[in-house]
């Protein structure tokens, strides 16, 4: 089992940065890949990211790639998400979550899930 609560969303211009955090509870969050997700109102949750268990391979959507970094920090249970050149089109409810595969694009293949933090990026 594993708690997930997401911190760092916010209200920023385009062109700003925002830094995310997922902290995690339970002692096997260092066994889980974990990934980002966002949902837009209207719009079906999209993978963002996602990180493996040692946090040194990761995947990114090519709508953030070059923009957004995952990262973790196994020792303080906790999942990153450093988002630069923010665009108003990022604008959503972003979601951690935990329990699929490596690398897993499709958000049913996850268990676990953080309520949310919001996103809104003004132009």
């Known amino acids: 089992q594993v708690q997930l609560v997401e911190s760092g969303g916010g209200l920023v211009q385009a062109g700003d940065s925002l830094r995310l955090s997922c902290a995690a509870s339970?002692?096997?969050?260092?066994?889980?890949?974990m990934a980002w997700f966002r949902q837009a109102p209207g719009k079906e949750r999209e993978f963002v990211t996602a990180?493996?268990?040692?946090?040194?391979?990761?995947y990114y959507a090519n709508s953030v790639k070059g923009r957004f970094t995952i990262s973790r920090d196994n020792a303080k249970n906790t999942l990153y998400l450093q988002m630069n050149t923010l665009k108003p089109e990022d604008t959503a409810v972003y979601y951690c979550?935990?329990?699929?595969?490596?690398?897993?694009?499709?958000?049913?293949?996850?268990?676990?899930w953080g309520q949310g933090t919001q996103v809104t990026v003004s132009s």
């Open positions: 339970g002692r096997t969050f260092s066994s889980n890949a």
């Open positions: 990180i493996n268990t040692n946090g040194r391979t990761t």
């Open positions: 979550a935990a329990g699929a595969g490596a690398g897993s694009r499709l958000w049913y293949e996850y268990n676990y």
